[in-house]
């Protein structure tokens, strides 16, 4: 009879006691959420739309880490869609619209522009192709006057 009682135990533990990971912090959620935003902004017609869609992804989120983080997402979400939409048609990056609305305190640093960045790769494709130049011309020169 006890191993009954301790069956039924493990079983409503398991089924009633559904653990959820912890709930992020809501600069992680915009983040989460805003990132969707720039994603799906393409193939939106009106800020509704958006919303819409954004809360449904909150569902998500949800059913993923918990109540209070559904909650945190649909209050971001529903105070702010003005913001974000507009933000995202701009063209700004999450962790931009986030820092707007005070869903993050802190802005992160900002990476090096990609035509920085490209110019760098640049020069490196054209040193690497130089050196190769090089080496095929001393490999010329080689066969062409061979050892005796």
Known sequence: MLK?????AVLISCVYGQTF?????NCTICHEI???AERRIHNVTSQ???QNQLIQECHQIERRDGPDA?????????DNIATIYNDMKAGKRPSQTCYD??????L???TPDAKINQEAEISKLAA???AMMDKVRKQRMRASNPVA
Not at 71 to 76: E, G, P, T, V
């Open 48 to 50: 509704q739309a958006l």
């Open 4 to 8: 009954y009682v301790v069956f039924a």
């Open 34 to 36: 805003v990132g969707e």
């Open 101 to 106: 609305i005070h869903a993050c305190s802190t």
């Open 108 to 110: 992160p640093t900002r």
């Open 21 to 25: 990971r912890p709930t992020p912090n």
């Open 70 to 78: 559904g909650k945190n997402c649909l209050a971001i979400v529903n």
């Open 128 to 130: 690497v192709r130089m």
